[in-house]
């Protein structure tokens, strides 16, 4: 898959995806950690939760592996509910009662087909007036990768009617989406897509028809979206193929700070230009002398906001550190400080902020799971506490996976046979100019050939008309 939500937080519950497996995992009142296995729908399923306008079954694959997931408590606390996609095309809802039993295996309650694949998803509620009364209902949003937005209903568990009875196409843009968000400032609700075209879509929400603006300034495609949750803080921070991270306001659509990966940690790009392992992008760079160097443009993967919007973490692919930037100042005049690097045992695959500030980080095997305690002094410096040997969520899902043999990806990023990436437009273009018949070096010697024959031919018959 081309670009993966692995991790998702709400509360004290922490979602994540072990390549095809996706987990539920909390601590109890006890302090107990508690696992729930989020099974995906039965093969032989043939009764399927389809909203009105879905297409047919397809066929399954036997590797399905999560694309993404999404979670939020709702009901005053008391209901969890978690969405996953997979690359069979569906996300399956789930509904775990708060606090969570000691259910190890959960099937799901529903599930929908989705037209597409979809790799970033977000929950998210909605008012709904029946008999008089006004309710917030969960809606499952699923961002897929020919750039729709869709809003799809989650039935309660008490059996009553959803707010959304069918499926319904939020927005649509030309390029595919890689990140969606529903945030609420000042009780105006917005929406927030990324995508492959290098920008960030801020539309109204529920009536997403209403486009308020764009957050442009990356040059290649969007790789992570993260959104600050706290009231009143209106920051968001994305991640690109370009190299950088920026932070955003998108209430103003500013850019307020930009920072790319320490140089002192990138790996030395070969002699050639070309990139290492067969990923990351070529630059040109202007030297001295005037002539163009060609580098490799190390890629971040996955980047996460703190709620308060004052940290901001992210990963580079191929980098085995964390690196965690405060942000000083105010909006007008915003900065990021020099980074804290957290070496990871296993190569971080994606980042995320609990809503009590902690970092929460998914990993190669035979880490799998990560977390941090991050303290922040008076005087502003910055404490990381890693608590991943403590915690028992993380050692518990690590026996969980190592017991049923889970692999994880070695990176997010998709790559072709050559080794290029599929999500950039430049492998776009090379491809196309490969493909492209009348540039083929067969055709080019024919042409030629046939040339020369009809030059040939019109010499000669011009000698025979001057002898006549």
């Given at each position: 898959p081309t670009m993966k939500q692995l991790l998702s937080s709400s509360g004290k519950f922490v979602v994540a995806a072990f390549h095809d497996h996706a987990y539920v995992a909390a601590t109890n009142d006890n302090e107990k950690a508690v696992v729930v296995e989020l099974l995906p729908p039965p093969q032989d399923e043939v009764k399927e939760h389809q909203s009105e306008g879905d297409s047919g079954s397809e066929k399954e694959k036997k590797a399905n592996p999560v694309e993404a997931v999404a979670s939020m408590i709702t009901d005053g606390g008391k209901r969890l509910i978690c969405a996953v996609s997979r690359s069979d095309k569906k996300a399956s809802l789930y509904s775990l009662s708060v606090p969570v039993g000691d259910?190890?295996?959960?099937?799901?309650?529903?599930?929908?087909?989705?037209?597409?694949?979809?790799?970033?998803?977000?929950?998210?509620?909605?008012?709904?007036?029946?008999?008089?009364?006004?309710?917030?209902?969960?809606?499952?949003?699923?961002?897929?990768?020919?750039?729709?937005?869709?809003?799809?209903?989650?039935?309660?568990?008490?059996?009553?009617?959803?707010?959304?009875?069918?499926?319904?196409?939020?927005?649509?843009?030309?390029?595919?989406?890689?990140?969606?968000?529903?945030?609420?400032?000042?009780?105006?609700?917005?929406?927030?897509?990324?995508?492959?075209?290098?920008?960030?879509?801020?539309?109204?929400?529920?009536?997403?028809?209403?486009?308020?603006?764009?957050?442009?300034?990356?040059?290649?495609?969007?790789?992570?979206?993260?959104?600050?949750?706290?009231?009143?803080?209106?920051?968001?921070?994305?991640?690109?193929?370009?190299?950088?991270?920026?932070?955003?306001?998108?209430?103003?659509?500013?850019?307020?700070?930009?920072?790319?990966?320490?140089?002192?940690?990138?790996?030395?790009?070969?002699?050639?230009?070309?990139?290492?392992?067969?990923?990351?992008?070529?630059?040109?760079?202007?030297?001295?002398?005037?002539?163009?160097?060609?580098?490799?443009?190390?890629?971040?993967?996955?980047?996460?906001?703190?709620?308060?919007?004052?940290?901001?973490a992210a990963i580079w692919d191929g980098l085995d550190s964390i690196y965690l930037f405060s942000v000083e100042g105010t909006d007008s005049n915003c900065t990021f400080t020099k980074p804290q690097s957290i070496l990871c045992p296993s190569s971080p695959l994606s980042v995320s902020f609990t809503s009590n500030g902690s970092l929460c980080v998914l990993a190669k095997d035979p880490t799998f799971i990560l977390t941090y305690e991050i303290e922040r002094s008076t005087s502003g410096e910055i404490a990381i506490k890693p608590v991943s040997g403590s915690s028992q969520i993380c050692e518990t899902l690590r026996e969980i996976a190592k017991e049923q043999n889970i692999s994880m990806p070695g990176s997010v990023l998709e790559t072709d046979e050559s080794g290029r990436i599929k999500f950039s437009k430049d492998r776009e273009k090379q491809g196309f100019e490969v493909r492209e018949p009348w540039n083929r070096i067969e055709r080019k010697e024919k042409a030629r050939i046939s040339s020369s024959r009809r030059k040939k031919r019109k010499k000669e018959e011009n000698k025979k008309q001057g002898r006549q």
């Open positions: 259910t190890e295996k959960m099937p799901p309650l529903a599930f929908h087909k989705l037209p597409r694949r979809s790799c970033c998803l977000d929950i998210t509620l909605i008012e709904d007036e029946c008999e008089g009364k006004t309710r917030s209902e969960a809606i499952l949003i699923a961002g897929d990768l020919a750039g729709d937005a869709t809003a799809y209903p989650i039935p309660d568990s008490s059996n009553n009617t959803p707010a959304l009875s069918k499926r319904r196409v939020l927005l649509g843009t030309v390029s595919m989406l890689t990140g969606v968000g529903v945030v609420s400032d000042s009780g105006v609700q917005r929406i927030l897509t990324s995508d492959r075209d290098e920008k960030v879509r801020v539309s109204s929400f529920p009536n997403s028809f209403i486009v308020q603006g764009y957050l442009l300034g990356h040059t290649a495609f969007i790789s992570s979206l993260d959104i600050a949750m706290d009231n009143g803080c209106t920051r968001c921070v994305t991640c690109s193929g370009d190299g950088t991270v920026r932070l955003w306001d998108y209430v103003s659509f500013q850019e307020l700070a930009m920072t790319k990966a320490p140089q002192k940690d990138l790996p030395k790009s070969e002699s050639n230009g070309k990139p290492q392992d067969g990923k990351g992008e070529k630059e040109n760079t202007e030297e001295p002398d005037g002539k163009k160097q060609a580098h490799k443009v190390v890629i971040p993967t996955s980047t996460a906001i703190s709620p308060d919007g004052t940290l901001v």
